[in-house]
């Protein structure tokens, strides 16, 4: 045989082998390795499908949504008249904040505003607000998501949910500064009802704006704390509300529908190149006029050498990006959705853990050493004959397409975090109403927090550790009532700015250590807070 011959044998030889190898670590290896990580899930019981997480069905005789969409209708046909919102809850100085129903003016570093003109405004919305008072009477609000969708489901809802928000709250601030308690009273319940109402949306954006939603909550019901005329059965109906409020289980069934989705996705992507590349333009913009294989061209600009290399350059740009996009379809697809399985499962865990002991600290940091390094780095877990692979077509992958789906583990604590904070908040809140209950029967408020148990309040429990709030009845009248924050040190109640060690909480603003229910603040220091917004307007 001539060593031509010889040689061509031996390179099919090769090639056959070569692919072969290929075929086996690069696809067959890591689609088994899937389907039996999936074979267990199932096996203990977690559920893989839209069709499995879907929320129970709502009758149409049980669902407020018709008068919630009227509500949206009347807020979108007329124009907002709010020069600047009413001043709910503003600190001004750590640890105080300015009672902005009892000012004079509607104030800020850009704008002032009349009292009368913000009543105006608020009895316009009116008819609005009492569409969404008679909605709230309903069991639940459902605006019947089309979850099959998955990231295409249109979410338009949302942004009239968070500006009903700021409506109802700026109303109630306007019912405030006129002595019209049981508006105010009415207009919060409400607030707090619409979001207990949407809890049921399995999605992890509406649990985000839920939350937003909370925080606007929070500013109007400790204005209405500053009030010396609401009674007991208000506070308490108040009270009842805010306990209604759910976080843990909302965001785990959000996480349940958002891994469904996401299974869902990545069969679409893996089914043709043209669902490949309608989803990754939907996913992150990439798609015919970024170069990522469409079918538009570079537009002359009059010079043919310029246009030449333009071309060219699109030309290989167009190319990479198939050879990529083959290789996620082929291989990249099985190695990120095991590690995107496996990161939705530890969340999952670390939720259903919190929910079960109503604590946050230990589950989330165990969440976090999971995720980073433990979860971040099994995207890199490749070795052997796949790792020599991984490293061939590495220098292809400049879009991050083997981690596409599941390099969103910081979302996971991203979400959880904004869960504890508003849980935090939220009994916080609940322990601040039932001290003022306490102060409106005695007189004064109590030593300690357990002479509040079991009259005002079943358990006053800090969710990060679970130990009680902390609290300390200070001589001055006042009080101090705080979470020991993310970090899980009690740092006295430090409501001061700690950028390097503390972490955000919706009403402070900035990075603290401990989260810490604001006193009002005197009459001087609002003065000195007006007095520095006027030096900073001028400057």
Not at 117 to 127: D, H, I, K, L, Q
Not at 240 to 261: G, H, P, V, Y
Not at 499 to 508: D, K, R, T
Request: include cysteine; charge should be negative.
């Amino acid at each position: 045989m001539k060593t031509g011959w010889k040689i061509l044998i031996a390179l099919a030889v090769f090639l056959t082998v070569f692919n072969g190898i290929w075929l086996v670590t690069m696809h067959i290896q890591p689609e088994n390795e899937v389907e039996a990580y999936k074979k267990s899930l199932r096996e203990r019981g977690e559920k893989l499908e839209i069709s499995e997480v879907l929320p129970p069905p709502i009758p149409a005789e049980s669902n407020g949504v018709a008068l919630m969409r009227s509500a949206f209708a009347l807020f979108n046909s007329s124009p907002d008249g709010w020069t600047n919102w009413p001043p709910a809850m503003r600190m001004i100085a750590p640890g105080k904040a300015m009672t902005g129903w009892m000012q004079p003016d509607l104030r800020d570093d850009l704008f002032t505003n009349s009292w009368e003109n913000a009543v105006t405004t608020a009895e316009a919305s009116r008819p609005a607000m009492e569409l969404l008072r008679e909605a709230t009477a309903y069991p639940a609000i459902d605006f019947q998501l089309e979850y099959l969708k998955g990231d295409e489901m249109l979410l338009t809802h949302l942004s009239s949910l968070r500006q009903s928000a700021h409506i109802l709250s700026a109303a109630a601030m306007c019912d405030l500064h006129n002595g019209n308690i049981a508006s105010a009273m009415t207009n919060l319940c409400t607030l707090l009802a619409l979001i207990q109402r949407i809890h049921e949306e399995r999605n992890v954006i509406s649990q985000s704006v839920r939350i937003a939603m909370v925080q606007i909550a929070i500013t109007a019901n400790w204005e209405l704390l500053q009030t010396p005329s609401a009674t007991d059965s208000e506070l308490a109906s108040l009270q009842t509300s805010w306990e209604r409020l759910d976080f843990i289980k909302s965001l785990e069934n959000s996480f349940l529908m958002q891994r469904a989705s996401t299974e869902n996705t990545i069969a679409k992507m893996r089914s043709s190149r043209t669902e490949f590349d309608r989803i990754m333009k939907i996913y992150s913009g990439f798609g015919a006029s970024s170069g990522s294989g469409g079918s538009s061209s570079p537009v002359s600009s009059g010079n043919w050498l310029d246009d030449f290399n333009n071309y060219a350059k699109d030309g290989v740009q167009k190319a990479k990006f198939a050879t990529t996009a083959s290789m996620w379809r082929n291989s990249w697809t099985y190695s990120d959705e095991l590690n995107a399985l496996r990161n939705y499962q530890d969340t999952l865990e670390a939720l259903r853990l919190i929910e079960t002991n109503q604590v946050f600290q230990p589950a989330y940091s165990n969440l976090m050493n999971q995720l980073y390094p433990g979860g971040y780095s099994r995207l890199y877990h490749s070795n052997g004959v796949a790792g020599f692979y991984d490293e061939i077509w590495h220098g292809l992958d400049d879009m991050n397409l083997r981690e596409f789906f599941s390099g969103y583990a910081g979302y996971s604590l991203s979400s959880i975090r904004k869960a504890m904070t508003a849980e935090a908040a939220k009994r916080i809140v609940i322990t601040a109403i039932a001290l003022k209950r306490f102060q409106l029967k005695h007189g004064h408020f109590p030593e300690r927090l357990s002479e509040l148990t079991p009259e005002f309040l079943s358990s006053p429990i800090d969710p990060v550790d679970g130990s009680p709030l902390r609290y300390r009845r200070n001589g001055d009248g006042t009080f101090l009532l705080y979470s020991i924050g993310e970090n899980g040190v009690d740092d006295g109640g430090d409501p001061n700015s700690m950028p390097a060690a503390g972490s955000y909480f919706n009403w402070q603003g900035n990075k603290v250590r401990d989260w810490v229910w604001p006193q009002p603040a005197t009459a001087e220091e609002v003065q000195v807070y007006y007095e520095e917004q006027a030096r900073k307007s001028k400057r």
